[in-house]
């Protein structure tokens, strides 16, 4: 029986590439991969039971936290995060003219912010048009002189690359995560948990980080979302740092939380990992 695989279509994203990377770590059983479009639609097909498995961008290391996959973990409770790949990102200028011809380019918005002063020195007076996709992008401009697209190299599909790499920043990065509604992983070096505070009162979210330090559990990274709620409530984001000597430590969270928190959502513990 074959593992379906949700992820940002349409074919030729990043998201495709971590997609077949994460199936090939998680050895799942004859995958088949099920390009979405937009980033809420690949959740909902994993919390709709519609695949067994979802691929998403979750962090950029130049733009942060993607919201959107953020606030669909929130939002759809029983997902758990199976493994973690961090994806370099080149991107390249490429359309069907030459760039002094180019006024629009295209492309998911995140792509666009990566790139953003590379196109203000080069083509600043082009106007930047957010699609749902880098692969979106592409299509869109292929057969056009002043339409360029920002996106991988090799989902050119026979545009002239006009320009590669435009990166603003030379690391840039993004780690995608695997999700299923198993949680069937028992260790790691890495563990999520996300949770909402009882109060939103002074130190309330102090004693709630002091408790996760207090087991002895580095916190590489912390970010805050709306509860969409109500003005100034929040959702907190914290990614974990596991090891043999902290495991059993982090099997007490959700109880250490629990007198400071209104809900807490453990992903669970998964491993880690980079692609060269």
């Given amino acids: 029986m074959s593992t379906r695989v949700a992820y940002l279509g349409p074919k030729g994203t990043y998201a495709e590439k971590a997609a077949k990377a994460l199936a ?27 695949c067994e498995a979802a691929v998403v961008p979750i ?6 936290g993607v919201t959107s996959t953020l606030d669909s973990l929130w939002r759809n409770k029983n997902l758990f995060i199976h493994r973690a790949l961090v994806l370099p990102i080149k991107h390249s200028l490429m359309s069907s003219g030459s760039i002094s011809t180019v006024s629009e380019v295209l492309s998911h918005p995140q792509a666009l912010a990566q790139c ?3 196109l203000n020195d080069n083509i600043p007076n082009a106007v930047h048009l957010p699609t749902n996709s880098t692969a ?12 360029a697209a920002i996106g991988s ?9 006009l ?10 990065c993004t780690r995608f995560v695997l999700l299923s509604k198993k949680n069937i992983k028992t260790n790691g070096n890495k563990a999520s948990i996300a949770f909402s505070l009882k109060s939103n009162s002074p130190g309330a979210l102090l004693k709630a980080l002091n408790c996760i330090a207090n087991l002895g559990l580095n916190m590489s990274r912390i970010e805050s979302r709306p509860s969409k709620r109500e003005l100034g ?14 495991q059993k430590e982090y099997e007490k969270i959700n109880i250490e ?10 992903f669970g513990c998964y491993f880690g990992s980079e692609v060269d």
Avoid: H
């Avoid at 979106?136 to 339409?147: L, P, T």
């Fill in 24 to 50: 090939a770590l998680e050895k799942l059983d004859s995958p088949t991969f099920s390009p979405c479009k937009g980033l809420r639609s690949v959740v909902d097909n994993l919390a709709k039971n519609l």
């Fill in 136 to 147: 979106e992008a592409i299509r869109m401009v292929k057969g056009s002189s002043f339409r």
């Fill in 116 to 118: 953003s002063q590379w």
């Fill in 59 to 64: 962090e950029n290391s130049v733009e942060g």
């Fill in 233 to 246: 409530e929040y959702v907190f984001f914290i990614d974990l740092d596991l090891n043999n000597s902290n």
């Fill in 153 to 161: 190299k090799d989902a050119s599909d026979k545009l002239n690359i």
């Fill in 257 to 266: 939380l629990s007198p400071f928190c209104s809900q807490i959502i453990n």
């Fill in 163 to 172: 320009a590669y790499p435009i990166n603003d920043i030379e690391g840039n």
